[in-house]
């Protein structure tokens, strides 16, 4: 069954997505195949990584023994999910990497395309 306020926004023509907004997966197109009965399957489409220059650098975090990414991204963005951002600033893959060993420093930007103010 279709949310409500899905199908309305459909009907307007405006985006909906079944993630939150502040879900990397948020801005990604779907598309529908049907499986062998016919039945559809709705999935993502390809999610591309992007480059460390589409950040804005707010500051810097310097890594402290024990330190996981989750906590890091609760202090700075007051999300513990938002820890993709930091992946996709840092060029990483893996999130462990960013913790992996104390002093490391990792970026800590504004979201994907936001300029800042350079002037700060």
């Not at 993502?44 to 589409?54: H, Q, S």
Request: proline letters at 6%; charged letters at 20%; glycine letters at 6%.
């Amino acid at each position: 069954m279709t949310d409500i306020s899905q199908a309305i926004l459909q009907q307007t023509g405006l985006k909906t997505s079944a993630f939150a907004s502040t879900s990397r997966y948020y801005p990604i197109a779907t598309t529908t195949i049907n499986d062998k009965n016919g039945e559809p399957i709705v999935y993502l489409k390809r999610r591309f990584v992007p480059g460390a220059d589409r950040f804005f650098i707010l500051q810097q975090h310097t890594v402290r023994e024990g330190e996981r990414l989750d906590n890091i991204t609760a202090q700075y963005y007051g999300d513990p999910e938002r820890f993709w951002q930091v992946c996709d600033a840092n060029n990483v893959m893996e999130p462990d990497s960013l913790t992996e060993e104390p002093g490391i420093v990792i970026n800590i930007t504004l979201p994907e395309g936001i300029a800042g103010n350079s002037n700060a």
